[in-house]
């Protein structure tokens, strides 16, 4: 089973987690060991300290195709952020295809008013952005996507339990919603969406190191699925749309 993990950071937070993951060669190492070829990832700084802090270590993964930065933004009028061409310029000349963003914890909305300029310009060259649920909400995640209906959002760490009434019409209106593996552990889950959906609408995504992936590789190893549909889960579906992003 190949695997492309959408959703993995390191660095030493400013809250101790049980398992820390604080270099690169600990990212590589968690990835050997629960059997991950791939992953975009991102560093805790840009969300516990600051984003154009994280942002600033993603260096570090030049030399390691396996792993993929993502960089983190806030609005454009803000004095600590480029202007949308600036940051377009930066991920093209950067070599990064997906972009995250924590809005409750760098204190802004994520909507047209605050974003629209980079929301815009992420459709334009389908970019896919990244966005933790807790960071947004449904009813926010509802309004951003009517009002963006061609934005490509993933959003991870859905969290256990009664969370398919919220994702699943979203699946069904916008072609470009999906939703991560992180939390997806309800019995049969994955099956039930597919056999409903398709698999078109999940990404694998560990969220490393608050959770363990080895957990989520398993349950897709053992899901009721065809190998087809575990293939677009694990690694296709991101692929595509990795490979989708045009300059």
Known sequence: MRIFDCDMSYGIGTTAL???????????AEMDHCGIDQALVWHRDAWERDFSAGNARLGELAEHARLHPTKVFVPTCCQDMVSADEFMAQLRNEGVRAVRAFPSKNSYLLDRV?????????????????????????????????DFPKLRLIVTQIGIWGHDRYFRPLMKTYP?????????????????????LGPEHIVFGSGLPQHYPGSFVMMLARADISDAARDAITHGNLERMLGEVTW
Do not use: N, Q
């Open 18 to 28: 049980l398992r820390e993951v604080a270099t690169v060669d600990d990212v590589l």
């Open 114 to 146: 605050s974003c629209g300029d980079l929301l815009e310009a992420f459709i334009a060259h389908s970019i896919p952005l990244l966005v933790p649920l807790a960071e947004l909400g449904w009813e926010r995640i509802y309004a951003l996507m009517k």
């Open 176 to 196: 470009g919603f999906c939703v991560s593996t992180s939390r997806m552990e309800i019995g049969g889950e994955v099956k039930s969406v597919v056999d409903r």
